[in-house]
């Protein structure tokens, strides 16, 4: 009996990773979150699959859950979305495995940071430009944040800098992000992204506070703050350089 925790991607049902649909497809108890992950995704179940919805409960009742199946000896599959090692909370879930002696795995999903830069069509990381992305949140009702990651701190790299869970503080990030940014830096608030209601507002830090204001937009959002969202490439990388050789490629066609 394992546990899977799987990444079932930022909301488009096809973009569960292959080893994560296979393993969906085929376990006989799936625990997913039910406000977060696609219903799509489900309707391809085994028919005799117990579908649990954790979107209400607590630690203690989904641990008794995977207890259960752990004593009958099936295999579950905790489903969560986008990828489980950012903001997934499952470090909790694994501590309570780890003391019961429940195996389980981890399969890596589509972080909705990587699908907002799709549907923007940007590469975060342009040579010259910005090669340091900082993925955060900003304090709320939530855990604290740690007192070297404030964003005062993080700010100070001027790296492009993607917010979870903080869209209801989007007047802070952009009264704190100013000073280092400048007011006219690129913003984009990016709300269920891959989800067929999907929307993206674009902006600038002096503006979209008002820009947002008639979506109403209270959750599921990424705010992403930087250059790179504008900018015009100022050079290539080196990777294809025919002028830049490296292991796998040189100029003089030696071994």
């Given at each position: 009996m394992?546990?899977?925790f ?17 393993l ?6 799936v625990?997913?979150?039910?406000s ?17 919805d954790?979107?209400?409960?607590s ?17 579950v ?22 003391k ?25 990381t ?7 992305v900082?993925l ?16 005062e ?5 001027r ?14 990030i952009?009264r ?36 947002t ?11 992403i703050?930087?250059?790179v ?20 490629r040189?100029?003089?066609g030696?071994?």
């Amino acid at each position: 009996m394992t546990v899977h925790f799987i990444g079932a991607g930022p909301g488009a049902s096809d973009l569960i990773t292959l080893r994560g649909y296979n393993l969906l497809l085929n376990c006989p108890v799936v625990l997913y979150a039910g406000s977060l992950v696609p219903v799509d995704l489900l309707k391809h179940v085994r028919p005799d699959t117990k579908l649990i919805d954790t979107a209400s409960l607590s630690l203690p009742q989904i641990i008794e859950y995977i207890e259960q199946a752990h004593q009958a000896g099936f295999d579950v599959v905790r489903l969560h979305s986008g990828d489980p090692s950012i903001y997934g909370a499952i470090a909790e879930q694994i501590s309570e495995l780890k003391k019961r002696h429940i195996p389980f795995n981890i399969v890596p999903g589509v972080s909705s940071f990587a699908a907002a830069a799709a549907v923007l069509e940007r590469e975060l990381t342009l040579p010259a430009i910005s090669q340091t992305v900082i993925l955060t949140r900003v304090e709320g009702k939530a855990s604290p944040m740690p007192k070297n990651e404030s964003l005062e701190n993080l700010a100070a790299a001027r790296a492009t800098m993607i917010f979870y869970l903080s869209i209801r503080r989007l007047r802070y990030i952009v009264r704190t992000l100013i000073p280092f940014y400048g007011p006219k830096c690129p913003v984009a608030v990016c709300y269920r992204i891959s989800w067929p209601d999907q929307l993206i507002v674009r902006g600038e830090l002096q503006d979209i506070v008002e820009k947002t204001k008639p979506f109403s937009i209270t959750r599921t959002a990424l705010v992403i703050v930087g250059t790179v969202l504008t900018a015009e490439l100022l050079q290539n990388s080196h990777l294809y350089d025919p002028e830049y050789e490296h292991i796998f490629r040189n100029k003089t066609g030696q071994d």
